[in-house]
């Protein structure tokens, strides 16, 4: 019932088409709420104004209680009014009551209490109005009950003799009150909408860039995997005539070796050498594209086996660069091995590979265990990056060196990047050109 009531006044006193998000919404709401909570109340003040009314037989104030509730119903109930009439008509209550209770209570009495609320009220249900009506109509009611005491028809307590000039010392005072309500409740609204409307906007322009956001992902997304596809398409059709160059020009030189000059064997040495390149692009390209998607299943990977295993492979290379190789206790995870593995090999490669003339390299492996992730550093003496490319180098064929100073694809480290984010961490480093570089990584905890 109490909620049926409330919607009827809720669907009277708030006006349709008007957008949550602004100033006069929440004014309407504001009103509705009083009107809501109002009409009960009234009810409850007719018990003072009967109790007023048999102590000193003053009638006005018990039929105007009873007026007033009136009032109240049909402004929250009364079908067919618009909101700002309704607004209106609770605004002149107030200042009527106000008038009431002044004639009747005194000069001292709620009466002033209420003029000044009127005001107050007035400037909140129309909060996009800069108006001084309320104070016009404060200062006609001041001037009606001024006369109403110069021709004595209120009977009032005037502390210091002349009861009109001690109105017009009291009325000017909530007449000035009024004036400043007047000017800065507008005000303070007008900057509260602004600022809102700021907000809003702001808002409103950031769900606009998330959702261009989310489509570009999408769209890099789709288009990642048409690249993954195609490079393994691509660098796996590449194979097999690839194969084909090489052993037909290996075949070439060994049957028609002794027909050909320095020049020809030379070319054959371009082409084979050309395509033996390619073959380690072409290896590399693939080791890129399933980076992301191992084939095994997770096991426990000993991280002091997969370093042994690099000083295995590499031995005659560390051996002829006198390099060392420390690490300390490395931890056994439970991830997939490929990934780790590459992201290991590869940047002991780059270690061994980017050194400093005549230096011999010397190589730190370190482990640090954190909260949510294992974190690694991989330390070498070399000739250093520039800080400027520390995120150039990630980009896949990105290198900063040609194949006159230093063999490579330039995919190695894009293919660490996205394997350390396919174990669920980050990589990155500091370095200083000419002392050396310090790769980190870091693993994520959650599937070991
Ligand atoms: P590649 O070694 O085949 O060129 P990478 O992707 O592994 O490709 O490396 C990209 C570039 O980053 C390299 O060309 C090199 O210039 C630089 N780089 C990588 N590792 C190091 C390192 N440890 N010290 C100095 N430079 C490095």
Not at 14 to 37: E, G, H, Q, R
Not at 272 to 301: C, H, W
Not at 320 to 340: D, G, Y
Request: glycine share 4%.
């Amino acid at each position: 019932m109490i909620n049926k009531l409330q919607r009827i006044v809720e669907s009277n006193c708030i006006s349709k088409n008007v957008k949550v998000t602004t100033l006069a919404y929440w004014s309407d709401v504001v009103f509705a709420k009083c009107v809501f909570i109002l009409a009960p109340l009234s009810l409850l003040a007719i018990i003072p104004a009967i109790i007023i009314t048999l102590q000193s037989e003053t009638y006005l104030i018990l039929w105007f209680d009873v007026f007033c509730l009136l009032m109240l119903v049909f402004v929250g109930y009364a079908p067919l009014l618009s909101v700002k009439t309704r607004k209106v008509l609770l605004i002149l209550l107030l200042f009527l009551t106000a008038f009431v209770l002044l004639k009747e209570l005194g000069n001292f009495g709620p009466g002033l209490a209420y003029l000044l609320s009127a005001t107050i009220f007035s400037l909140l249900l129309f909060p996009n109005k800069k108006t001084f009506a309320p104070f016009i109509l404060t200062f006609i009611l001041c001037v009606i009950y001024g006369f109403l005491i110069h021709y004595d028809l209120v009977e009032i307590q005037a502390v210091h003799g002349d009861n009109v000039m001690e109105w017009i010392a009291v009325s000017s005072n909530v007449l000035f009150m009024s004036a400043v309500f007047s000017l800065i409740i507008p005000f303070f609204f007008s900057k509260l909408e602004g600022i809102l409307g700021e907000k809003i906007h702001l808002l409103e322009s950031v769900r606009k860039s998330n959702l261009e956001l989310e489509q570009s992902i999408e769209e890099v997304k789709s288009k990642n995997i048409e690249l993954e596809q195609f490079a393994y398409v691509a660098s796996h059709d590449l194979q097999e005539p690839l194969r084909m160059i090489s052993s037909f020009m290996d075949k070439l030189k060994l049957k028609y070796a002794e027909q050909f000059d320095d020049k020809a064997l030379q070319y054959i040495y371009f082409a084979t050498d050309g395509a033996k390149r390619m073959k380690q692009v072409i290896f590399d390209l693939l080791l890129y594209s399933r980076a992301n998607k191992p084939s095994e299943q997770i096991e426990k990977v000993n991280l002091n086996e997969v370093v042994g295993e690099h000083i295995q492979l590499r031995r005659k290379l560390i051996a002829e660069k006198n390099a060392s190789i420390q690490f300390e206790a490395l931890p056994v995870l439970n991830t997939n091995r490929a990934p780790i593995t590459q992201i290991i090999h590869c940047l002991l490669d780059n270690a061994l590979k980017y050194v400093k003339k005549d230096v011999p390299p010397r190589i730190e492996i370190h482990a640090k265990e954190k909260e949510t992730v294992w974190e690694f550093a991989v330390k070498d003496n070399g000739i250093g990056i520039d800080q400027k490319f520390y995120d150039k180098i990630f980009i896949i064929f990105q290198r900063l060196h040609n194949r006159n100073q230093q063999d490579g694809t330039g995919i190695g480290l894009s293919i660490v990047k996205r394997s350390v984010e396919f174990l669920g961490g980050l990589v990155w480093l500091e370095s200083s050109v000419g002392e050396g570089s310090t790769f980190y990584f870091t693993i994520a905890k959650t599937n070991h």
